[in-house]
């Protein structure tokens, strides 16, 4: 599958930023991004992007930012440094990857939560 063959350092990166509490209508505009994306399995967001990193990037940001939002998760408490970021995004990156090979047809934001949790030891 495409999708799993691509390395997403820029979607990863999300896990290096800090997610800090957001006043309720930051949140409501996040939720509002992230709904019309979260539809997408492992296997349709591939189908749909043929290709376009970018496209996938950004979907997953959302779906990432609104897992780390739900879970009052602020990155800064897990990794400070940049070595620590980057671990962080190779094992997200690794979650991800495995979670979408084990079942294509999952939705793409449980196995993006799933990865959130793995790789945060949660």
Same mark, same amino acid.
């Given at each position: 599958m495409r999708f799993l063959r691509l390395r997403m350092p820029v979607c990863a990166a999300i896990l290096a930023a800090p997610c800090v509490a957001m006043a309720?209508?930051?949140?409501?505009q996040m939720v509002q991004d992230a709904l019309p994306?979260?539809?997408y399995t492992c296997a349709s967001i591939a189908e749909e992007a043929d290709g376009d990193e970018a496209f996938v !990037?950004?979907?997953?940001? &959302?779906?990432?930012?609104l897992s780390l939002y739900n879970r009052q998760i602020n990155i800064?408490?897990?990794?400070?440094?940049d070595e620590e970021k980057a671990q962080l995004r190779?094992?997200?990156?690794?979650?991800?990857?495995e979670g979408c090979a084990a079942d294509k047809d999952a939705l793409?934001?449980?196995? !993006?939560d799933n990865?959130? &949790?793995s790789t945060l030891g949660l």
């Amino acid at each position: 599958m495409r999708f799993l063959r691509l390395r997403m350092p820029v979607c990863a990166a999300i896990l290096a930023a800090p997610c800090v509490a957001m006043a309720d209508d930051a949140a409501d505009q996040m939720v509002q991004d992230a709904l019309p994306v979260m539809h997408y399995t492992c296997a349709s967001i591939a189908e749909e992007a043929d290709g376009d990193e970018a496209f996938v !990037v950004t979907v997953v940001e &959302k779906m990432t930012a609104l897992s780390l939002y739900n879970r009052q998760i602020n990155i800064e408490d897990h990794a400070t440094t940049d070595e620590e970021k980057a671990q962080l995004r190779e094992a997200f990156i690794g979650a991800l990857s495995e979670g979408c090979a084990a079942d294509k047809d999952a939705l793409l934001g449980g196995v !993006v939560d799933n990865a959130v &949790k793995s790789t945060l030891g949660l």
